[in-house]
């Protein structure tokens, strides 16, 4: 298989954590979403995937998987131990509603083409930007923490004693917060399955600063 991965890129992150979980190994191709405008935008990207976005995974066979929870739950269903995904509907629920809280109402919200957006399309200075990400990641962290502290099924890690699929997104959200300098005392219960995951071998593995394609600052 074959990741086009971003070091930066939250969503590429995630399939990094899921594919280390797993145990699997992932040649990685590097698409830098900065220089010459971002590599995305490229033609021989844009075949790959038409929307310009990391990340995708071509497997064995050629095809091409995009959106990081579809590949997510491929992997799952092709390489189901260790699960991202608990055993019963009523869990399964659970966590897919607690990783789209973050992937699908907080993230794409302060992507980096929203961002781009924000200050060249609408002429926002950078501590507008600024207010305006951390507004979306108080917004979700704030109902995530609310959920976890309160609902039986959290455990040590997002739902019971072993990392998965919610705990896969958390991850890399947390990482852009800290980015941006969002307050985080505010969030105990979050803060803490963070704390647990990145002690993990696998969350340790797929963070930005081990990636090849790493830079500085």
């Known amino acids: 298989m074959k990741l086009h991965t971003y070091w930066r890129s939250s969503s590429a992150y995630r399939v990094r954590i899921g594919l280390a979980l797993k145990g699997l190994?992932?040649?990685?191709?590097p698409v830098h979403l900065v220089r010459d405008g971002g590599e995305q935008h490229a033609e021989a990207?844009?075949?790959?995937?038409?929307?310009?976005?990391?990340?995708?995974?071509?497997?064995?066979?050629?095809?091409?998987?995009?959106?990081?929870?579809?590949?997510?739950?491929?992997?799952?269903?092709?390489?189901?131990?260790?699960?991202?995904?608990?055993?019963?509907?009523?869990?399964?629920?659970r966590v897919r509603a607690l990783a789209q809280l973050v992937a699908a109402d907080v993230q794409p919200l302060n992507n980096l083409r929203v961002l781009r957006h924000l200050k060249r399309g609408l002429g926002l200075g950078q501590d507008a930007v600024n207010r305006w990400y951390r507004h979306w990641v108080a917004t979700g962290f704030t109902a995530l923490e609310r959920r976890l502290a309160a609902e039986a099924q959290t455990g040590?890690?997002?739902?019971?004693?072993?990392?998965?699929?919610?705990?896969?997104?958390?991850?890399?959200?947390?990482?852009?917060?800290?980015?941006?300098?969002?307050?985080?005392?505010?969030?105990?219960?979050?803060?803490?399955?963070?704390?647990?995951?990145?002690?993990?071998p696998a969350f340790r593995a797929a963070a930005p600063e081990a990636q090849p394609d790493a830079e500085d600052g």
């Open 45 to 93: 990207y844009r075949a790959l995937n038409p929307q310009s976005l990391i990340p995708a995974l071509e497997l064995d066979d050629g095809t091409v998987l995009t959106q990081s929870l579809a590949i997510l739950e491929y992997l799952d269903e092709v390489h189901p131990e260790p699960a991202l995904l608990p055993a019963d509907p009523a869990g399964r629920a």
């Open 25 to 29: 190994a992932c040649e990685q191709v």
């Open 156 to 200: 040590d890690f997002c739902h019971g004693d072993t990392p998965g699929l919610a705990d896969v997104v958390l991850v890399p959200q947390v990482y852009n917060a800290q980015r941006f300098d969002c307050p985080l005392d505010r969030y105990p219960v979050l803060m803490a399955i963070h704390e647990r995951c990145v002690a993990l």
